[in-house]
């Protein structure tokens, strides 16, 4: 069989075959002399799996050969699936080979990472980022030997930079930095959200590029690089994006229900959501945190937290300047919050797992939608029957 079938026939490259002999040479007994699994039944024999990685296992990486010490250990069976062995080699990390692994009996040691020397700058980062985000150093290892920064964390820092310059604009625009709430024109935009304006969806979303001065934009910045940053290079731009919106539309929605005159601006329910979901799950994982500089990180982000989150309820009851305007509301916070450790703790607890299968996920998704649905109802109907009288915006 030439590299190029055995390439189509397990779905891996040819470099892979190349790089570590042992591969093909298992495939080969595996495959055409069935040496191994003479029944052809895709389990090869604990027992022999072990000798072949003895004789062999100087070609691999000690973490990889670590990990396959532990499937050959873990089952009572008596046999390795040859497929979880294809799975690792390749980077393909199944459901069934995670089970497998975590299963066993042998206990990957936690501080392996910690003991490598010679790492450059970047290899240092990424196995910084792996301490401090993941509990288990089974994922921190696969993480760190899996993670090549493509795609770079872009979701996190492309809402930063929108961010930063449509502050920037409105900046220069009302000739005001500071306060911006208190210029005649500040809600005269298409973006913030305001109950007047309520109809126009897009307000539930875009009011995140809206700030009310630089202290506000400077707090969410730091806590979206902080934390933000680090979690998407774990868990990819797909988790911690629908985390992020789902923090804002639940902030946007929560401050319609429980403050029903105010504006809303800023992007804090996302990143409340994303700050209350790694902190929750720091708090819940303690033991297994190894990051030398958890604590440090931890009282940065609840500083931040604490200082903005004063500074939104002092501005929402103190007098305006302009009494006809209302100060934005500091619910989105809360909801936020609420997003993080319910939806969040979730979907960063389940690093590279399917969420499908979690039933607490459903749980938790479903109350969502059901406060969404809840939430429009409310929009649609409350101010109506609540005879809520909301000053004009313009």
């Given at each position: 069989?030439?590299?190029?079938?055995?390439?189509?026939?397990?779905?891996?490259?040819?470099?892979?075959?190349?790089?570590?002999?042992?591969?093909?040479?298992?495939?080969?007994?595996?495959?055409?002399?069935?040496?191994?699994?003479?029944?052809?039944?895709?389990?090869?024999?604990?027992?022999?799996f072990r000798?072949?990685?003895?004789?062999?296992?100087?070609?691999?990486?000690p973490?990889?050969?670590?990990?396959?010490?532990?499937?050959?250990?873990?089952?009572?069976?008596?046999?390795?699936?040859?497929?979880?062995?294809?799975?690792?080699?390749?980077?393909?990390?199944?459901?069934?080979?995670?089970?497998?692994?975590?299963?066993?009996?042998?206990?990957?040691?936690?501080?392996?990472?910690?003991?490598?020397?010679?790492?450059?700058?970047?290899?240092?980062?990424?196995?910084?980022?792996?301490?401090?985000?993941?509990?288990?150093?089974?994922?921190?290892?696969?993480?760190?030997?899996?993670?090549?920064?493509?795609p770079?964390?872009?979701?996190?820092i492309?809402?930063?930079?929108?961010?930063?310059?449509?502050?920037?604009?409105?900046?220069?625009?009302?000739?005001?930095?500071?306060?911006?709430?208190?210029?005649?024109?500040?809600?005269?935009?298409?973006?913030?959200?305001?109950?007047?304006?309520?109809?126009?969806?897009?307000?539930?979303?875009?009011?995140?590029?809206?700030?009310?001065?630089?202290?506000?934009?400077?707090?969410?910045?730091?806590?979206?690089?902080?934390?933000?940053?680090?979690?998407?290079?774990?868990?990819?731009?797909?988790?911690?994006?629908?985390?992020?919106?789902?923090?804002?539309?639940?902030?946007s929605?929560?401050?319609?229900?429980?403050?029903?005159?105010?504006?809303?601006?800023?992007?804090?329910?996302?990143?409340?959501?994303?700050?209350?979901?790694?902190?929750?799950?720091?708090?819940?994982?303690?033991?297994?945190?190894?990051?030398?500089?958890?604590?440090?990180?931890?009282?940065?982000?609840?500083?931040?937290?604490s200082?903005?989150?004063?500074?939104?309820?002092?501005?929402?009851?103190?007098?305006?300047?302009?009494?006809?305007?209302?100060?934005?509301?500091?619910?989105?916070?809360?909801?936020?919050?609420?997003?993080?450790?319910?939806?969040?703790?979730?979907?960063l607890?389940?690093?590279?797992?399917?969420?499908?299968?979690q039933?607490?996920?459903?749980?938790?998704?479903?109350?969502?939608?059901?406060?969404?649905?809840?939430?429009?109802?409310?929009?649609?109907?409350?101010?109506?029957?609540?005879?809520?009288r909301?000053?004009?915006?313009?």
């Amino acid at each position: 069989m030439t590299n190029g079938e055995r390439e189509m026939e397990l779905g891996v490259g040819v470099t892979e075959f190349n790089r570590f002999p042992l591969f093909g040479y298992l495939h080969h007994y595996h495959g055409e002399s069935n040496k191994f699994d003479p029944t052809n039944t895709g389990y090869i024999s604990t027992e022999k799996f072990r000798n072949l990685l003895q004789a062999h296992g100087s070609e691999l990486e000690p973490h990889k050969l670590e990990v396959l010490l532990a499937l050959a250990d873990n089952n009572s069976e008596g046999k390795v699936c040859y497929q979880d062995f294809v799975n690792l080699m390749s980077n393909k990390r199944s459901n069934s080979f995670r089970r497998a692994i975590h299963l066993g009996n042998r206990h990957l040691r936690a501080n392996s990472l910690l003991e490598e020397t010679g790492l450059t700058i970047s290899q240092r980062f990424i196995r910084h980022i792996a301490y401090e985000t993941l509990p288990r150093g089974l994922d921190r290892k696969w993480y760190y030997d899996s993670y090549t920064c493509c795609p770079p964390p872009w979701f996190m820092i492309t809402v930063t930079l929108l961010e930063i310059a449509v502050f920037i604009y409105y900046g220069l625009v009302l000739e005001k930095w500071v306060l911006q709430i208190t210029h005649p024109s500040y809600l005269n935009n298409p973006l913030v959200y305001q109950p007047q304006r309520r109809r126009q969806i897009w307000r539930y979303l875009s009011y995140i590029f809206m700030h009310v001065g630089v202290e506000h934009l400077g707090f969410n910045v730091v806590l979206q690089l902080l934390v933000g940053v680090p979690l998407e290079m774990v868990h990819g731009a797909l988790r911690i994006s629908f985390i992020y919106l789902a923090g804002v539309l639940a902030g946007s929605l929560a401050a319609s229900v429980a403050d029903m005159t105010a504006p809303v601006a800023g992007s804090s329910g996302g990143v409340y959501a994303l700050v209350s979901a790694h902190l929750a799950n720091v708090v819940m994982s303690w033991s297994g945190m190894r990051c030398q500089f958890k604590l440090i990180r931890m009282g940065i982000a609840m500083i931040c937290m604490s200082l903005e989150f004063g500074r939104a309820v002092w501005l929402r009851f103190h007098p305006a300047t302009h009494p006809s305007y209302t100060h934005p509301s500091f619910v989105t916070h809360l909801g936020g919050v609420m997003v993080g450790i319910t939806l969040g703790v979730v979907v960063l607890r389940n690093y590279e797992q399917r969420l499908h299968e979690q039933s607490i996920w459903w749980i938790f998704l479903l109350i969502y939608l059901l406060f969404v649905f809840f939430a429009v109802l409310w929009n649609i109907f409350a101010y109506n029957l609540l005879e809520i009288r909301l000053l004009s915006p313009a």
